[in-house]
């Protein structure tokens, strides 16, 4: 008796766990599929974008009217910003596949600035159509691996889930035929990016003068870690981590870190010259006894004593109990954007935790301003009339380009808004625009 | 006979309330010190709001954050009462804004506190620039509305004095609290335990790669592309962000980057792709390399 009723139980729980286990097994099937389901979408709908890349390529190169060629090349940009947006969906980070992502970005670079450009004026030139040229071989190249790996994705029914355990498993990596049509695809790509292609016209360009003001002896490990406790303000007593940076930097730099019970500290020092480029001191702060004005002064003299003067304040900000501050040079009434500084001071003491001169050491250096060749007053007529213009000043900044431009700078308002408009000094032409948003109603944070 | 008790409790409590509330106009604190400067928040921004708003200057929300509404109301009402028209609310700024406005902080903190609509322009009466809805009943004098009132008009005696949280905050250009609340959790999940300089260059990796021409072009593109961060493939980014991952990314988007501008980074321990060592190195903090 008491064995039957043993047994019942015992098969009413196997039963039980049975069902448990098959329903479990048919939950984690649904969500594979549905990823695997995610993961095909984004790689047919690649597939197509690139198809589609590659003929309106073709077509640009074909067209005569310019009328029709700018939106072509609109169209251009859209496809590539789509596929773009369908590799980054794909598990493909950290498989070599950059350069043929680095295509695409490029290629829409290239077609945005002429599409934006007036061709009735400015028509494409040799080189540009040179370049367009190769961009359609490329593409072509592009098209028809990817297509390839579609086909055996098809055929042999191949899933992207196992892409993923592929790239999971370190032991026997890239033994997948998606990986491998993947790889075919990106050497393709780096063959033809060496040569054919005009850098100057795809934006690659770097630029060489960077970090021209950085100069002086090289420091050895001990005079930078002397140079980085008169920077912290810290003696001899705290222990003082340091280590260079590797061939990967910019720039080379001593990295150095503290620990205290109170407070940790990290800066990074040029090895050449030992100008700081970040400082931060990381500790609580939970009191608001300093205004933000007094902290900018605080800011300021804190900047004078690391040599950089002839700052203007752009921007601060109080971010809780701290403040932080955008400075950039003031070069006889010019400010130059490009080389710009923050400084982070916490507004318990007014002490300065944190700084970044690296826009300012990678940029600034001797430059020449010219005069603006239209007046104040000419330039204030391009600006819109409905915005209400309050403050201006001259300034240095960067265009869509890169290039350094002098522009005149507006402070307007328009209905509630406020706009910085930056007009160029020489042309006339609008560079930018841009609507200054600083504040947002408090959203409720999720209870500690 | 009880009917006329309660009506004179009742007439005794809004007497109270009605004396509370004058000596409480009179008491008002007038500014701190302070200068206030653009960007700044707390309660001298609110009474600086509500004063300009008064005299018509500010037709912005008050919210206690010197944005650029604010900014060009005091610079407007600097030009105006002959002041020098430097936007900062200092001596000679605020003794003319007391002189030349009222200052009820009552109403304001009230207003704020229940997170009303509302507007302080002098002239004009306070009950008709609120959405409150409550205030509205007043009409119907019935018992119970009025006992509602006093026991109100108690509560926010009692709390006057007490600071008021602002009910807006600054937000880095282009971000939002919520973009900031992504790239914190994706900061903690992958960095929790790293000193903060590792936080805030795991920031910075993020936005470098929204900067980089090979990464997807949104915060969110590069946090949730797939296979892009353990944290994010193993769920670690849903788990409750301290208060440092926050900061850390604050300090990102605002321009510390102690990666060296990095796109990379994994720890050599764990990392599982070989392809990851051969790019090249620039400095390594707390347990993660960076690379680019």
Known sequence: MFRWVVIGVLSIGLIGVSIWGYQEHQEKNEVMIQAENAYQRSFHDLAYHLDLLHDKIGSALAMNSRERLSPQLVEIWRLTSQAHGDVGQLPLAFVPFNKTEEFLSQMGDFSYRTAVRDLDQKPLNDEEIETLESLYEMSGEIEKEIRSVQNLVLKDQLRWMDVQLALANKDEPGDNTILDGFQTVENKVEGYSEGKIHSSLMGTSSK?????????????????????????????????????TGE???????????????????????????????????????????????????????????????????????????????????????????????VKVALDNGNVIGMVAKDYLENHGERDIPKPTISEKEAREVVNPNVEIQDHHLAVIEDDTGVEVLTYVFLGVKNQDTYKIFVNAENGTEERVERLKQKEVKYEKRKR | MKIVKVFILLIVLLFASCMSMTTDKHMVKAFSNQVIQHGATGDDVIELQARLQYLGFYNGNIDGVFGWGTYWALRNFQHEFGLEVDGLAGEKAKQKLEKASEYDKAYIKNQIRQGNDFTYYGGIDKQKQTTDDRGSNDQNPNQQTDNNQTTQEQQQNATTNEDLQPSAVNVPQGFSQNDIQIMANAVHGEARGEPYEGKVAVAAVILNRVESSTFPNTVSGVIFEPRAFTAVSDGQIWLEPDDSAERAVLDAINGWDPSGEAIYYYNPNTATSDWIFSRKTIKKIGKHIFAI
Do not use: C
């Open chain 1, 208 to 244: 060489e003068d960077s970090y021209q003001m950085i100069k002086g002896d090289k420091f050895n490990q001990s005079d930078a870690k002397q140079k980085m406790r008169e920077i912290l303000g810290i003696n001899q007593e705290i222990n003082l981590n340091i280590e260079k």
């Open chain 1, 248 to 342: 990967g930097a910019k720039v080379s730099m001593y990295s150095g870190s503290f620990q205290t019970d109170k407070k940790s500290g990290y800066l990074d020092i040029t090895e050449q010259g030992g100008y700081p480029v970040t400082v931060m001191i990381n500790r609580t702060v939970d009191r608001t006894n300093v205004s933000l004005h007094e902290a900018t002064q605080k800011a300021k003299t804190y900047l004078n004593k690391l040599d950089f003067n002839d700052l203007a304040l752009v921007e601060s900000n109080q971010y809780d109990h701290v403040g932080v501050f955008h400075f950039v040079p003031n070069n006889e009434d010019v400010w130059v954007y490009p080389d710009a500084i923050q």
